[in-house]
């Protein structure tokens, strides 16, 4: 215990943490809750300091009793709540124990809860090539929005009807970043790519048929993109898309 408190006062005489930093990490310190649940659970409360978005969590293989611990501590903290991957059975186990303000969303695999309702400057238009892309971009659009951000929803949009697109563009580059999310040969993030001026984040998907490969088809054809400078993120990671907006857009409002 001493050699953690010491700990604490040594990181903020070197500058390594803040004032309020310290004032929480004592307070944790001195209650004993910063580290529960056998030691296997641990809150990182300031990484909207320095990554620019708070902490968030990823539902799944956690047990009902490890996400009713996290998500009540984070509600109690009046701390946004973005939990990912969180399947309809372990939802309905913790529904009735959580606030009734906390939502779920069954298509995205999503419970969020908006604490602090602070609108910043900035919008992500987040794209679907087909309908069964929608969850993937579910996940990147509550993202979006838990930091603060407006998200703007065009979904089936694909290039099997690539008048579809047309028909949304003018309304997409009106976005400050865009997200597009597709499987099969995963081609719309290229067109929009050559259309639009601001950031483009690729989300390939898993959805298509034998030779998609499990969604390899697509994050190859988009990491060969030759609409250049197009982001491309993991497979079905609708979520790391979404951060990578919030990044963008944080920069953004800082110049």
């Known amino acids: 215990m001493e050699e953690n408190l010491s700990n604490i006062l040594k990181d903020f005489k070197a500058g390594r943490s803040s004032l309020e930093e310290v004032l929480y990490l004592l307070d ?51 701390s946004n709540i973005l939990v990912t991957r969180l399947g309809n059975d372990t939802f309905l186990e913790v529904k009735n124990k959580i606030p009734e303000t906390i939502k779920y969303d069954s298509l995205g695999k999503v419970l969020y809860h908006i604490s602090k309702k ?47 697109v047309f028909n949304k563009i003018e309304d997409i580059k009106k976005s400050d970043v865009v997200i597009v ?32 490969l499990g969604g390899f088809t697509a994050m190859f054809s988009m990491l060969n993109s030759c609409a250049n400078g197009v982001t491309v993120v993991n497979i079905d990671n609708g979520f790391g898309a979404g951060c990578a907006a919030v990044r963008y857009l944080n920069s953004h409002s800082s110049w």
Do not use: W
């Not at 996940?139 to 929803?153: D, I, L, P, S």
């Not at 601001?198 to 298509?208: K, M, N, Q």
């Open 28 to 78: 944790e310190h001195k209650s004993g809750e910063r580290r529960f649940l056998n030691g296997h659970v641990v809150f990182d409360m300031f990484r909207e300091n320095r990554c620019g978005f708070p902490e968030f969590v990823f539902g799944a293989n956690k047990t009902a009793g490890q996400l009713l611990e996290i998500i009540n501590r984070l509600y109690e903290k009046k």
């Open 118 to 164: 602070v609108k910043k400057n900035g919008a992500v238009a987040i794209l679907t090539a087909g309908t069964s892309d929608i969850p993937v971009a579910l996940e990147a659009q509550y993202t979006v929005e838990v930091c603060g951000y407006k998200a703007n929803a065009f979904f089936d949009i694909g290039v099997a009807g690539i008048h579809r």
């Open 181 to 212: 999310v597709a499987g099969m040969e995963g081609a719309l993030p290229s067109v929009i790519g050559g259309l639009v001026s601001v950031p483009v984040i690729a989300v390939p998907t898993s959805i298509g048929y034998g030779a998609a």
